[in-house]
């Protein structure tokens, strides 16, 4: 029992201290953009959670063992001694079919713990050694039957089947008499049948645990391990390796629908309810549209492991047209509330010495994604201004230049963070250069995030 408990300890810090938190937008209490501790863990399976019950199955079969020893010794009764044997048998075997399946689930869940906090991205070339060596650390660990309980587990199953079958019952013996004597034919047509019977048992609880924890895969699922291109040929249809891209429909400069290619420029891995998932978002634009001008749509994916594979959970096409160049910009995994995943899209945009950073917020808002808030972050003219040439007509304004930094609060509606906004620098008016310091507060209201006065 000391030993069930020592396991579940490390099991537990293992889970709670090795989870990497995904990049989220900041708490009050930090200064820039960087994580939190979510410390995403995934649930402890039962059969480790309650391994400390091996400890009283051996016990009971050891103490079934003794009773009927002495049952048989000082007084011979055959249903005391069958009853014995019979509740000691099955708690060995309870015992050992336990820490079967607590090894097994222990093993699972250390592989899915190590791959929901991987940090290396699979092209990564160390990718491959550090899989190598969190496999070889999740091996070093076994909890497997030692030899002593696989004997008695053997021993008390065979007196079972003895004493069930009376195929030793003694003649002569007063108490142990059987009506009729027990032939050879009859002693292995009993201990055949008894045999098979526990075969048929183990089998079926073999195997009915196979497919009660392994149900046929649903149509369209990801089966084995995640990959983005397996992901983007069941939401998309087609994937091509080359280009590492989809063939999509989505809209042009005119609105109107055309062929476009789709690629991913985010997929995180968080856990959510105890269940591993992928955020997948993708940028898609319009074949020969990259100018200045030309935005991409944003699609986003959540596909959630399930017994029956990862399967597309989320499906959001054409959340948002943003961006330039044919690109909707920089997407970053985004905490909205203790619970609530969605993401960012970032970009950085000039023109005519004027530069601009923007970031629409996207959240899950009623199992879809919606843009919930959108900012302009940073704002310069140092392209284009200060200029003392008088035969110049522009970059005679002055020198102003903004910046905002973005910050999650403790404070919650809706489920969701307040989100502070604290803007310092200067800006171009009416009246000339002003300053622009200042604290603005959103609050979600159910739909989008809303401005408060403070």
Same mark, same amino acid.
């Given at each position: ?10 099991v537990s810090? !293992? ?8 990049? /989220? ?36 079969? $050891? ?5 009927? #020893?002495?049952?048989?010794?000082? @007084?011979?009764?055959?249903a %005391?001694?069958?009853v ?6 099955? %708690? ?24 929901? &906090? ?9 990718s491959g050694?550090?899989?190598? #060596? ?16 696989? /004997?008695?587990? @053997? ?5 079972s089947?003895?004493l069930?079958s009376?195929?030793?019952?003694p @003649? ?26 526990? *075969?048929?048992v ?8 196979h ?10 699922a990801? &089966? ?9 040929? +069941? ?21 109107e ?35 200045h001008?030309?935005g991409a ?5 959540? $596909? ?15 959340? %948002?047209q943003t ?12 905490l909205? =509330?203790?619970?609530?995943?969605? !993401? ?12 601009? @950073?923007?970031?629409? $917020? ?9 843009p919930?808030?959108?900012?302009? *972050? ?7 201004? =200060? ?17 905002? /930094? +973005?910050? !999650? ?7 969701? $963070? ?11 008016? %009416? ?12 609050? !979600?209201?159910g ?8």
């Open positions: 029992m000391n030993k069930g408990r020592e396991i579940n300890q490390a810090s !293992f889970g709670n201290g090795n989870a990497e938190t995904p990049r /989220v937008m900041d708490l009050e209490h930090t200064e820039d953009k960087s994580a939190i501790a979510a410390n995403p863990s995934l649930e402890i399976p039962a059969s480790i959670r309650y391994v400390s019950l091996v400890a009283i199955e051996i016990g009971l079969a $050891f103490g079934c063992a003794v009773l009927a #020893l002495i049952c048989c010794v000082s @007084a011979p009764s055959q %005391a001694t069958r014995l044997s019979v509740v000691g048998g099955l %708690a060995a075997l309870a015992a050992t079919l336990h820490l079967t399946i607590a090894n097994s689930d222990m093993h699972s869940w250390l592989h899915q713990q190590l791959s929901a &906090t991987a940090t290396l991205p699979s092209d990564n070339p160390f050694l550090t899989q190598q #060596l969190e496999t070889l650390a999740a091996n070093a660990v076994q909890l497997k039957p030692g030899a002593g309980l696989y /004997v008695l587990t @053997a021993t008390l199953m065979l007196a089947v003895i069930v009376k195929i030793l019952s @003649a002569g013996h007063p108490t142990l008499q059987e009506p009729s004597p027990v032939s050879g034919v009859t002693f292995m047509r009993k201990a055949a049948g008894i045999g098979l019977l526990i *075969t048929g183990m089998v079926g609880v073999v195997v009915g645990r497919y009660l924890t392994s149900p046929p895969n649903a149509p369209n990801i &089966t084995g391990e995640f990959k983005m291109s397996k992901a983007l040929s +069941v939401v998309y249809g087609n994937y091509d390796p080359a280009t590492k891209s989809s063939v999509v429909h989505t809209k042009n400069m005119s609105g629908s055309s062929p476009g290619h789709a690629i991913v420029i985010l997929d995180s891995t968080y856990v959510q309810k105890s269940i591993r998932k992928h955020l997948l978002v993708t940028s898609a634009a319009a074949d020969g549209e990259d100018c001008a030309c749509q944003v699609d986003a994916f959540v $596909f959630s492991q399930t017994q029956r594979g990862w399967t597309a959970e989320i499906v959001d096409n054409d959340i %948002a961006g330039a160049f044919g690109s909707a910009g920089k997407a970053l995994a985004v909205y =509330g203790s619970d609530v995943h969605g !993401f960012e899209i970032s970009l950085e945009d000039g023109g005519q010495g004027i530069t601009n @950073a923007n970031e629409v $917020f996207i959240a899950p808002v009623s199992d879809h994604f919606r919930v808030l959108s900012l302009t *972050t940073e704002s310069d003219n140092l392209g284009s201004c =200060g200029s003392t040439d008088t035969e110049t007509e522009v970059g005679h304004d002055p020198c102003a230049q903004t910046k905002s /930094v +973005v910050r !999650f609060m403790k404070s919650i509606h809706q489920g969701f $963070f307040d989100i502070a906004v604290q803007e310092s620098g200067t800006a171009i008016a %009416a009246q000339g250069l002003v300053r622009t310091d200042g604290r603005k507060l959103y609050e !979600f209201d739909g989008k995030y809303a401005e408060i006065l403070q």
